[in-house]
């Protein structure tokens, strides 16, 4: 039987990170691998509980043990996890993704990935993005293509020519990932194999990224801030179109917006982005593009970690 598991590097409530997990359970990985990038002593205590789960706080004494310096940067940390996990693993693959994304597959996950062809080393996630509104319903990823453009735009017109794909956030995915590979190491949404990028464009029908990235305007405006700092949003991101067509990355266009319409201005562009505007709904349904996703992530909690909330 082909075994998989996840890696992640985690922050948050615990709450959120016994979600994270126990969907991942009942998904029917055989391993995880958590660490948690601040201190949670009460999610430690609970996912080391489980036998599938390794969970290790990063704190100082943990990077001590690796021979090196904390990383400022959060990307770097994740990318330094990923690696030390499929380096060290039985698993036959290994995902890498974050706390607030949830893989979903139309049928078991082993089968999908006996599917592959041998010479393939990674297989790539599109993501869906969670709309606003608590329904379980996600915007379905637009593939790349001439038409693209212009179907984003019709249904967001007043901000789809600033946002790639209609996203908030990435359309690139997540990867899983054959292991056994020499020399590999990981990016946030990237392989490299002897400092050389690997292609990854394989992709496996009915296997998704249910992101819950945004999923409503309360959630978005606590982590706007961070994500403009030192997140997604962060300055120096290349634009989604290009700079003579008038294109702004997403750190400039949220300062522009910011700065002409204020917290009204913000809110405007995360009701339309996020399908909170009942025209982009409409617009979102007449292109059949709303998957419904039901995680029942509480559920999944109480019947993996009793008794732990």
Not at 84 to 108: G, Q
């Amino acid at each position: 039987m082909t075994t998989w598991g996840i890696v992640s590097m985690v922050r948050g409530s615990t709450r959120d990170i016994l979600r994270f997990a126990a969907h991942h359970l009942d998904l029917g990985a055989d391993y995880l691998y958590i660490y948690l990038d601040e201190p949670n002593r009460e999610a430690h205590r609970t996912l080391r509980k489980h036998p599938k789960i390794r969970a290790r706080i990063s704190d100082d004494a943990f990077w001590e043990n690796r021979k090196r310096d904390r990383p400022d940067r959060h990307q770097v940390r994740q990318t330094l996890h990923a690696t030390f996990a499929y380096r060290n693993t039985d698993l036959d693959w290994l995902a890498h993704i974050d706390v607030d994304e949830f893989l979903w597959s139309s049928k078991p996950i082993p089968d999908q990935l006996q599917s592959v062809p041998a010479d393939i080393p990674a297989v790539r996630v599109r993501p869906m993005e969670e709309m606003s509104g608590g329904e379980d319903l996600f915007k379905a990823h637009i593939p790349s293509g001439p038409d693209r453009s212009a179907i984003v735009q019709s249904i967001y017109p007043n901000y789809g020519g600033f946002v790639l794909g209609g996203f908030l956030s990435h359309v690139q995915g997540k990867l899983f990932v054959r292991t056994g590979m020499e020399k590999l190491n990981f990016r946030i949404h990237n392989l490299f194999q002897n400092k050389k990028l690997l292609p990854c464009k394989f992709e496996l029908p009915g296997l998704e990224l249910c992101h819950r990235h945004a999923p409503d305007w309360n959630h978005w405006a606590a982590h706007y801030q961070f994500r403009m700092a030192r997140g997604s949003y962060q300055p120096g991101m290349s634009p989604n179109v290009p700079r003579e067509l008038g294109g702004l990355n997403k750190n400039e266009l949220f300062n522009w917006i910011e700065t002409e319409q204020g917290q009204d201005g913000l809110r405007a562009f995360y009701d339309e982005i996020s399908g909170a505007d009942p025209g982009v709904r409409t617009r979102l349904e007449e292109y059949g593009l709303i998957r419904h996703r039901p995680l029942d992530l509480d559920a999944k909690v109480v019947k993996h970690f009793p008794g732990s909330c």
